[in-house]
């Protein structure tokens, strides 16, 4: 039976505050890493790590090595108050808040260059993105020593990416994925959400209706990939402001692009909106 704890959030911004704090924290340690504007995707994935662990840590951090030259690392939405709010109210123990110099000292040097599964998809997008990522995760792992870690399948590839670094590096930190929250309208949730225009987010569930679309072909017998990729094209094209970066229908262990689908693929997609840019996916079966 559920017990009522009475817990009060602590928040600590030094890895020797961190280190403090975690002492005397009791076992398991769930970790949620998180940029931030938190939404009720990461309060999903918050509530499954307060069912897992005795101890919850959600680290807020904006990392600048994950963001290209010409992304959106200033403009990222920022609200720190409400974001501790929110951990309060969904019962985390510590926040975890650095600066970047916290993160990376003086002289840090060091970089996880990835492998094939992070080189498809958001990996050819955004060259240098999950390089940017597996750092940052790496440290955070590192200086939380989580017994697991919660990520969303949102970011289907950054799950990937993260857990076969975890198992090649011997992390002692355990990934699990956890399902997209979505709005009433099938939109994913998203901190970039809010750059939308009114016209922007009226347009935006096209993503989900294009996976959708290609899903119910693939669940009808269809198995050329090909088609299932012109599905989500034609889908999307009935939206003027949707420019696609790309429609992929990948294997489920390898994200190469498949010819067809005979076992386990990730349909997936990235689009902009204005200067806004999007991405959403969805697993077969
Ligand atoms: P971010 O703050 O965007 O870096 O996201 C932090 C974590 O929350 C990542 O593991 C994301 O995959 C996850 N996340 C973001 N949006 C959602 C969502 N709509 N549903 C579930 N998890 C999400």
Redesign the pocket.
Known sequence: MATSVDRKLKIVRTREELRDALGSAPRPVGL???????????V??VERARADSATVVVSIFVNPRQFGQREDFAKYPRNEARDLEACEAAGVDIVFSPTVDEVYPPGFDTTVSIGAVGQPLEGAARPGHFEGVATVVAVLFALVGADRA??????AQ??MVVRRMAIDLALPTDVIA?????EADGL????RNVHLSAAEREAAPILHRALLAARSRWAAGERSAKTLRQVMSDELALEPLAKVEYTSVADGQTLRELARVDGAALLSLAVRFGSTRLIDNEPLP
């Open positions: 949620v890493p998180t940029m931030g504007w938190l939404h009720p995707g990461h999903s994935l919660y990520f969303g399948q949102k970011d950054q799950v956890c399902p997209t929250v979505r994913a949730l998203s901190s």
